[in-house]
């Protein structure tokens, strides 16, 4: 805990605890608290201590210069955001030290003021100024001598019976710990004889206007709210109770007070006792506020308090009584999420590869303050890329917010295994370390998603959306191997020519889809193609060409025995001449898609000439020369495509397409995959199966994807997309284990 933020709690503490003293007490203790002077020694110990565990400028044995100088680089730029991070915390500490300077000034005014009280004294009467007409008295309850006025009619005899009459008088603390008094008088045969300081300087709540009509005060409203709107007084946290008093009346109410009185001890709530309004005028509505804080030792009960008024002259409101809730502190309770984005775009990390890895820091507990989170590199063998940030902070992180951040490193050859980078979260009173788990190889995936729910009866939901996509966790698993089964994965993401958008989310499409083809259909690694940004001699050379159709597809299957699978994702485009279809390559113009693309009857030609056991084609692509981002073509209109396809005819052969010839296909940003791809993914993780015969059918497929593909395309982008399919629908697609 910083020094100043000590400081604070012990005043607080330490302002409970006064309530208890008496008056001289209570402003020797508020008077010595106000005196503390501000430190950010602590705070800046901390920084130094920070810069200095990045400090190191040796250069490791197995670093290039190249590398030693982005680190450094890196480190320079890290020193400046401690240094920024730290200035802003001082100077918000500062700004919370003043705040609660200011509030002890008042809260010793009001003390002052609150000391205010009548007294009584005996006094002895000394020899008498016949000239004067004055005693020389001796008030025994101030111990100070004062002259009085005494008519010398009155004198004698007032002497005489001095023994018996008492001094009334105020008095009233004042910044020195003195009780300054005044208004001292005595009455005597029906007079009053006045002596000593006089003064009519009173509080606005003494002062004795009095009304030429009625007033008549009503509390109208009570209000209470907490910092968070939650209607909770947590641990750690002010609230304002408001009460609004309206005067009904034709006179004016002067010096109004409003007294809270705890129905018992509180002694974890600090606030003052009263507050003043000078006046409300006939048909005026004014608000008295008391700021409640709940320090950290707050339990949760209900706490009931009873308001009770004064008016200078009588006029005072009726009481009322309200009652709040309070909430032990909640902790903050993190929990950190990753995902990655490589180079390779096979989410697989490998060695010399720069990675970018996204971290998703959640808050499912109570209120998080001054959090920070740092990325912990505990081997010269990583290394952050320049630009890459590795410290971050907050003022605050509220129960179920979260906060996005990204850093960029590569490792070297000697990192074979596990990569030694961990998060280092801080909040006040809160420090763990989360191992991000990172290895070479490996396949990572995105985190899951967490929902926090209100307690208490309260409806409020804290949906905190996760990295997680949750087509890509939890994919079906099956120890059936399908040997001799043949797939080309093609994922068309980054096109040449600069007139071409990118398809966003093509490769993370194929990656996937691979991944169901090994673990849910049991193909071998082996036996599927895949190719990332694939061009027209890719093309030719895995499906052939117009006058040979023995590519590579052909050269890989086993005659009579191989189940089939092509899946591609990407731009499709139409030749304006013929209207016939055309995959677009990356290297391909489709203005010239006749000579640079890839036919879509070439590619279903070649098909039907292939021996195989079984086929399923899944095109996410349109071909009308459209796309989310645009047209590939210039100046044209949407080209409904005219595509002859014979395998449509062949037994055990099912063609699955996203859109029909003039349509658009859309992409699913918040689930990073296009539209169609995604429900179609969906449909494999088991959704499809509608039956739960662990047995997935065309026709089930087919119903699922027509079930949310137009519907989310409607509601998503304001598009008309349907799929289609084609085949035998009471093929089986995938059995399930």
Not at 27 to 46: G, T, W
Request: net charge negative; hydrophobic share 35%; aromatic share 12%.
């Amino acid at each position: 805990m910083k020094k100043v933020l000590i400081i604070f709690t012990t005043i607080l503490f330490l302002f409970s605890a006064a309530h208890a003293m008496d008056n001289i007490e209570k402003l020797r203790m508020l008077k010595k608290l106000k005196d503390v002077s501000f430190s950010s020694i602590a705070l800046e110990n901390e920084r130094d201590q920070k810069i200095a565990e990045i400090s190191s400028t040796k250069k490791g044995e197995f670093e290039t210069t190249e590398m030693y100088n982005k680190r450094m680089q890196n480190v320079a730029k890290e020193k400046e955001d401690i240094k920024t991070e730290y200035a802003q915390k001082i100077d918000f500490a500062l700004r919370k030290f003043n705040e609660r300077k200011q509030e002890l000034e008042q809260e010793i005014q009001q003390l002052l003021n609150e000391s205010k009280e009548t007294v009584t004294s005996s006094f002895t009467v000394n020899s008498f100024d016949a000239d004067k007409q004055q005693f020389k008295i001796n008030v025994s309850k101030e111990g100070k001598n004062y002259s009085i006025y005494i008519p010398i009619a009155l004198a004698k005899q007032f002497k005489d019976d001095a023994n018996l009459l008492i001094a009334k008088g105020i008095r009233k603390l004042n910044i020195y710990e003195i009780w300054d008094y005044y208004n001292w008088q005595i009455d005597y045969n029906n007079q009053s004889f006045a002596f000593g300081k006089q003064t009519k300087e009173v509080d606005p709540v003494y002062v004795k206007a009095k009304p030429t009509e009625p007033p008549d005060l009503k509390v109208v409203s009570v209000d209470f709210k907490d910092n968070n709107n939650d209607m909770f007084l947590e641990g750690d946290e002010y609230g304002t109770l408001t009460i609004k008093i309206k005067n009904f009346g034709k006179g004016s109410a002067v010096g109004i007070s409003a007294n809270l009185k705890p129905a018992e001890n509180y002694s974890f709530l600090e606030h003052r006792n009263q507050r003043f309004v000078s006046e409300i005028k006939p048909g005026e509505v004014d608000e008295i506020e008391f700021n409640i804080y709940a320090n950290k030792s707050t339990p949760t009960q209900d706490c009931r308090y009873t308001i009770t008024f004064d008016e200078s002259n009588g006029f005072f409101p009726d009481p009322v009584t309200c009652s709040f809730q309070t909430k032990q502190l909640e902790p903050p309770m993190f929990f950190v999420e990753k995902g990655i984005e490589d180079a390779s775009g096979n989410y697989s990390i490998e060695q010399q590869e720069i990675v970018k890895v996204t971290i998703r820091l959640a808050n499912s507990g109570g209120a998080g303050k001054d959090v920070t989170l740092n990325i912990k590199n505990t081997s010269s063998d990583v290394f952050f890329t320049g630009g890459s940030k590795t410290r971050f902070t907050w003022e605050k992180i509220d129960k179920g917010d979260y906060k996005d951040v990204s850093f960029e490193f590569y490792t070297n050859k000697k990192i074979m295994d596990v990569i030694p980078l961990s998060v280092v979260v801080s909040a006040e009173d809160y420090t763990r370390e989360f191992p991000l788990n990172l290895k070479i190889k490996q396949k990572e995936m995105s985190p899951q998603e967490f929902a926090f729910t209100g307690k208490e009866g309260e409806e409020k939901e804290y949906n905190i959306p996760g990295l997680v996509i949750d087509i890509e966790q939890d994919i079906p698993q099956t120890a059936k191997e399908n040997k001799y089964a043949v797939a080309v994965v093609i994922g068309n993401r980054n096109y040449n020519k600069s007139t071409v958008p990118a398809v966003e989310f093509a490769n993370r499409d194929a990656a996937y889809m691979k991944k169901y083809l090994t673990n849910t259909f049991g193909y071998r690694e082996g036996n599927i193609i895949c190719v990332n940004d694939a061009t027209q001699g890719d093309f030719t050379s895995i499906f052939g060409t117009k006058d040979n159709y023995k590519g590579k597809l052909h050269n890989y299957i086993k005659p009579g025995q191989s189940d089939i699978f092509i899946y591609y994702s990407g731009h499709g485009a139409p030749d304006l001449q013929s209207k016939h279809g055309y995959f677009v390559p990356v290297d391909c113009d489709p203005s010239l898609v006749a000579l640079n693309g890839y036919s879509l009857d070439t590619f279903y030609n070649n098909l039907s000439k292939l021996d195989y056991s079984s086929l399923t084609v899944v095109i996410d692509a349109c071909f009308s020369g459209s796309s989310e981002k645009g047209m590939l073509i210039n100046d044209i209109s949407p080209v409904f495509i005219d595509v002859k396809n014979p395998v449509v005819s062949i037994k055990n052969t099912t063609v699955f397409t996203s859109a029909t010839g003039e349509q658009v296909s859309s992409w699913y940003r918040e689930k990073k995959h296009s539209l169609f791809s995604y429900y179609f993914m969906k449909g494999l993780q088991g959704n499809a199966d509608a039956n739960n015969d662990k047995k997935l059918t065309v026709e089930e497929m087919q119903i699922y994807i027509d079930d949310n593909v137009p519907y989310q395309a409607r509601r998503q982008k304001n598009l008309e997309q349907t799929p289609q399919v084609i085949g035998d629908v009471n093929k089986v697609i995938v059995e399930y284990e």
